[in-house]
């Protein structure tokens, strides 16, 4: 594992980090639109990313199957649904704006749920940082170093409005502001975890990496239906959060293009 991967895995939690300490710096909570436009700019680079940096590397690298080369993004992609379907049913979590706590029932602080909401959906974004990384490091032709990259930075973009959004409403509810922040940062130390550990079983990765691909597409596309759509139509209806939408989805698009 070289210096640039290591730095490559962290730079998702730079952008949570950065989007936390907005709780250091503003003394109000964010407007309501302006939260609604953070979720669909994040909407709209998962999908981005999901599609250029996964399911099209996916389906690239199974082109020797001929005909049948959609296989294992089909059966990545579903699992990958499937298993944060299962995640989102047993893990007790809270989402922003809600007062009905989802999964298993659970005697915890309504902090920590809010936080273990987040943390399920950081799991994919880590797990697909440290699958393409290996995929990189194997010497596929699919996925270069500048494409790996890509896709890191493209989920700290969409990690810093995620780490503000985390962060202000804690401090509103009267958490001191560097517990906050550091709620914040806790919510996002899962991704470099996750792609640390996916990336130290290179050797069981490579050979599964089409599934693995399109496994972290479908873990993110679900965190986007299920959560983001959801929850930045909430309330008057408005364009700005399908403008912001349209917005991050280009914004990886492009990024993911010019430098994969």
């Known amino acids: 594992m070289n210096l640039q991967m290591i730095q490559g895995m962290f730079i998702p939690l730079i952008g949570t980090v950065l989007g936390s ?20 700019f994040a909407a709209g680079v998962m999908v ?8 099209i590397p996916a389906i690239d690298q199974s082109d ?21 379907l ?9 989402h922003q704006g809600s007062d009905h706590p989802e999964g298993r029932s659970a005697n915890m602080r309504k902090t920590t749920m809010l936080v273990l909401a987040v943390t399920l959906h ?4 880590g797990m697909a940082v440290g699958v393409v990384f290996a995929g990189w490091m194997s010497g596929s032709t699919s996925i270069t170093f500048a494409g790996a990259l890509a896709l890191a930075i493209g989920i ?18 009267g958490m001191n502001k560097k517990s906050a922040f550091g ?11 996750s792609a640390f550990v996916t990336i130290l079983a290179a050797n069981i990765v490579i050979p599964i990496l089409p599934y693995l691909l399109s496994f972290a597409a479908g873990a ?27 917005i991050g989805f280009s914004m990886m698009m492009v990024l993911d293009v010019a430098l994969g």
């Open 21 to 40: 300490a907005c709780v250091l710096f503003l003394k109000k909570q964010l407007h309501q639109r302006i939260h609604h436009a953070f979720i669909g």
């Open 48 to 55: 981005a990313a999901s599609i250029w940096s996964l399911l």
């Open 183 to 193: 709620y914040g940062v806790l919510s996002g130390i899962v991704e470099p975890i």
């Open 64 to 84: 020797y199957m001929g005909f049948w080369s959609f296989i294992p993004a089909f059966v990545g992609f579903w699992c990958g649904i499937l298993c944060l």
């Open 220 to 246: 993110m596309l679900y965190v986007v239906i299920e959560e983001l759509i959801p929850e930045m139509s909430v309330g008057k209806h408005v364009n700005l959060p399908t403008v912001c939408f349209a």
């Open 122 to 125: 950081n799991i994919p974004e």
């Open 156 to 173: 700290a973009i969409q990690n810093f409005p995620e780490g503000a959004i985390i962060s202000m409403p804690l401090k509103s509810e």
């Open 86 to 94: 299962i995640m989102d049913r047993t893990i007790p979590h809270l």
